[in-house]
């Protein structure tokens, strides 16, 4: 698998590229995990992208924000598709969110919202959990930071 990366801001996603990313959260978070939740939630617009593609198909994807432009930046909407799930390519998309969010904001915290049953892949890349187990849209998710 060459996989190509880019971190895009919303402005430069072509229309393609927007419908790839739309169509994977969808297939994904709505569709295989049976969760039915508002995706499109007005923070794509001031968010930046991170893609992952092996031969021009959307492969992994995150969502990379500044929170606080003091202290806090996240990582959100963290998706490798189906048939890319084996290799370790979570791990990479993750170790290359936090060597963004890194260098372009030098944040001491990275926080994520992460569904619970993924604790142990997100403790690998750093991530402590910091609060008990809550619902979120019918799955149990967990808060978690990175300093």
Known sequence: MALEWKVRSFE?????????????????????QN???????GKDQTTWHLTATD??????YARLFDVDEQREARIGRVIV???????????????????WLDEKWQRPVIRITAQAHLERFYEKVGFVAVSEPFDEDGILH??????
Request: proline letters at 2%; charged letters at 35%; a negative charge.
């Open 142 to 147: 967990i808060a978690m930071l990175r300093k």
């Open 55 to 60: 031969e021009g198909k959307l492969v992994a």
């Open 81 to 99: 598709s189906a048939d890319a799930r084996t290799g370790g390519l979570g791990q990479e998309l993750m170790r290359r969110s936090i060597q």
């Open 12 to 32: 430069e996603l072509g229309t393609e590229d927007l419908y790839d990313i739309l169509k994977l959260r969808v297939d994904v978070f709505i569709v295989e």
């Open 35 to 41: 969760s039915p939740y508002k995706d499109l939630d």
